[in-house]
């Protein structure tokens, strides 16, 4: 089976991330970024199925041309091919924007006939975890989100979903689309060997002419929403020092309760 | 020139994101328990870092390294070292005292026999020379090996033998007499003894100053016997064959020894700028900057000399560079950097005041740990008298 992979370029979570003025956008600039930590797992059970049987997987992405990263690192970890969709009119596209790009450049790398696409649950940056649910719907497949298991058998697929009270066993033909949580597997790191393979892998560069997609219908003007301020959460207020005068226990008890906690 | 290249680059990347990642949080127990971690071995497989100088029908990347084999291993050492010397002596030893004599002086059969597993880190395996009556003095082995019919007949003892007695450890090699040479000297080969061999006894791991998560055994032979075919290489090469061996790992200690230096630099800017003594960071008062600029001297010197030696080393395996120039370069990197990172460690307990005495800090460890540096793969004085040697100094 063939797998496609969406991944995203993200600010590297550990480092002080920044915005810019003039568009209140993330200043890609200003920090370092990589391939979002969720989406090493759904390329890791891309592997996996693709290593169980057969196939090939392709990475693709939508972002700056730094994103090229995230598809070398995916291609490292063992990933066949790479699709980088990059185009100056793509900047500042909300998640329905980015879906419709998504959407048309997994037709084009499949020909039109998807069979299987994996996505990370959520990008570590704008955790929104709406677009896998989009780019389903724009390719009229099933969508299956939050797997924490998969497999694939014969022309369906099977995943959990875990919830706080439960899980669920879902079961969706192919071809689909499924998004996946952190504990669906443990992702690998790539080997020497993977990284040197890594740069004679094919990535191909679209823009938005190559996908026929109209750069009016993407792009900051044309968000269906608008951050109009950014601010900075402000430092965390010092804790709560209970005292301990013989009846530190009970004080204790009763912060807890008045705040839920117990 | 002097820049690593782009794909030295992200391997180091990478090492340095697995060692963050999978090495990093556990180090401290497992040193205070002095506990092997057994199960990271398949992992430092997986990411290549035992196959990088091994070619690919065994499992290995080398032709895929672009030349740069034995400098994208010390790049690992160096940032495996980073986090914790034990563990980058782990993958030195396994590399340059394992893998590469069967490697370099294998036949086919053997090559194919113990490789594969070693590569992808489901085996170790040991080299042992040191004895407890011959260290410096290796040529002094006394453990003997008499060929009975199609048998060797091993009976001798080992010292201080790193990865011997891992429960995955699959053979280990060592120098015997074979007999005397046509000079009258003693006849020395290298002899495969698998681990679990009847008459060969790994004695139980040793109480160390530091280092404690690397496993080091002393080894006993008695009437151990092993097929006349696990002879390693020529007969009466043993010692030849051993100082070849030796010039590689004395590059990849120098690289373990810089990867101290860097950690003591990073720690101590970190420590120092936020530690306050006298309402000040200590760090303003030029007592303690000092010595820190030391380190970084110290780490760029390191760097300077680990890598030339390094790249004078895959230079040499290209036909490029001479022997001698790569064993000079070798002893000075490794004499320089490890004394240095020696120096950098009681530097940084300094730093570190109280807390650098403290196993919560991670000074402790090191201060322990960089000792056999200046010891292990030649001492100090040995690479003095390689350098003396080379120099063409008169000798006694
Ligand atoms: C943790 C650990 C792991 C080790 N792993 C291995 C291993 O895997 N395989 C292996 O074979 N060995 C191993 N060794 C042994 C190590 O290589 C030896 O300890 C080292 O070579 C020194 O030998 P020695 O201990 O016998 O010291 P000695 O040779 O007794 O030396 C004692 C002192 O005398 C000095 N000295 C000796 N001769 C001279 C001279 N002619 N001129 C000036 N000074 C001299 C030395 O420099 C040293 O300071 C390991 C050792 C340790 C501690």
Not at chain 1, 115 to 139: I, N, Y
Not at chain 1, 212 to 226: C, E, L, P, S
Not at chain 2, 99 to 112: R, S
Request: glycine share 10%; hydrophobic share 40%; charged share 25%.
């Amino acid at each position: 089976m063939n797998i496609v992979v969406c991944v995203k370029y993200v600010p590297d979570a550990q480092s002080e991330r920044a915005f810019r003025e003039q568009d209140k956008t993330v200043d890609r600039d200003a920090v370092d970024g990589l391939l979002s930590e969720v989406d090493e797992y759904a390329v890791e059970e891309a592997l996996k199925i693709v290593e169980a049987s057969e196939g090939e997987v392709t990475v693709l992405t939508v972002g700056p041309a730094q994103a090229a990263d995230a598809i070398k690192k995916a291609l490292q970890m063992g990933a066949d091919k790479g699709v980088h969709v990059c185009d100056d009119a793509i900047h500042g596209s909300d998640a329905a924007a980015t879906s419709l790009v998504l959407a048309e450049a997994i037709k084009k790398a499949t020909d039109g006939s998807p069979e299987l696409v994996l996505m990370g649950m959520t990008s570590t940056d704008g955790v929104m975890g709406v677009v896998p649910a989009m780019v389903a719907e724009r390719l009229g497949m099933p969508q299956v989100t939050f797997a924490s298991e998969l497999t694939i058998e014969g022309g369906s697929l099977r995943a959990r979903r875990d919830g706080d009270a439960a899980s669920d066993t879902i079961e969706a033909s192919l071809p689909a689309l499924v998004s996946v949580t952190d504990q669906i597997n443990e992702p690998r790191y790539p080997s020497f060997k993977g990284i040197m393979a890594a740069k004679k892998k094919p990535v191909e560069q679209w823009t938005l002419a190559d996908l026929g997609v109209d750069a009016g219908a993407v792009g900051i003007d044309a968000a269906w929403t608008k951050v109009i301020d950014v601010a900075k959460r402000p430092p965390r207020a010092q804790g709560t020092i209970v005292k301990d005068e013989g009846d530190g226990g009970t004080k204790l008890a009763e912060f807890l309760a008045a705040g839920k906690f117990l | 020139m002097f820049e690593l290249g782009a794909d030295h680059q992200e391997f180091r990347a990478l090492v340095r994101e697995f060692a963050a990642d999978q090495v990093a949080p556990h180090v401290a127990t497992w040193d205070e328990q002095a506990y092997f971690p057994v199960e990271l071995v398949p992992q430092l497989g997986d990411l290549g870092l035992f196959g990088l100088v091994v070619p690919e029908a065994f499992g290995g990347s080398l032709e895929h390294s672009d030349g740069g084999a034995f400098t994208s291993l010390c790049i690992a050492i160096e940032e495996l070292g980073y986090v914790d010397q034990s563990i980058g002596i782990t993958l030195s030893a396994g590399v340059g005292l394992g893998i590469n004599p069967i490697l370099t002086y294998g036949t086919p059969e053997q090559k194919e026999r113990w490789l594969p597993d070693l590569v992808a880190g489901r085996a170790l395996a040991g080299f042992g020379l040191t004895e407890p009556e011959a260290g410096s003095d290796a040529g002094g082995t006394r453990t003997r090996a008499t060929l009975e019919g199609e048998q060797w007949v091993v009976n001798g003892s080992k010292a201080f033998i790193t990865n011997s007695g891992t429960s995955i450890t699959s053979v280990t090699t060592v120098t015997a007499r074979t007999g005397v040479s046509a000079d009258g000297k003693p006849e020395i080969s290298a002899i495969m003894i698998p681990n679990g061999t009847a008459g060969f006894r790994v004695e139980p791991g040793y109480r160390k100053l530091g280092w404690h998560i690397s496993d080091t055994h002393g080894l006993a032979f008695e009437d151990c016997r092993v097929p006349a075919e696990n002879l390693l290489g020529e007969r009466g090469a043993g010692f030849k064959q051993f100082l070849k061996t030796l010039d590689d790992g004395r590059i990849a200690i120098s690289a373990l020894a810089l990867g101290c230096i860097r950690r003591m630099l990073d720690e101590c800017v970190a420590y120092s700028s936020s530690r306050m003594a006298f309402g000040r960071p200590i760090a303003v008062n030029q007592g303690v900057s000092f010595p820190i600029a030391d380190l970084a001297v110290m780490a760029d010197t390191g760097t300077l000399l680990t890598y030339r030696a390094a790249w004078l080393k895959d230079e040499y395996e290209a036909g490029r560079r001479s022997v001698d120039e790569v064993k000079k370069a070798a002893s000075v990197a490794k004499l320089y950097t490890s004394e240095a990172a020696m120096a950098a460690t009681r530097i940084a307990t300094q730093v570190f005041g109280g807390n650098g005495f403290m196993e919560e800090y991670p000074i402790a460890r090191f201060y322990r740990d960089a000792k056999i540096l200046e010891v292990g793969e030649g001492t100090s004085e040995v690479q003095r008298m390689v350098l003396g040697r080379l120099l063409g100094l008169p000798q006694a």
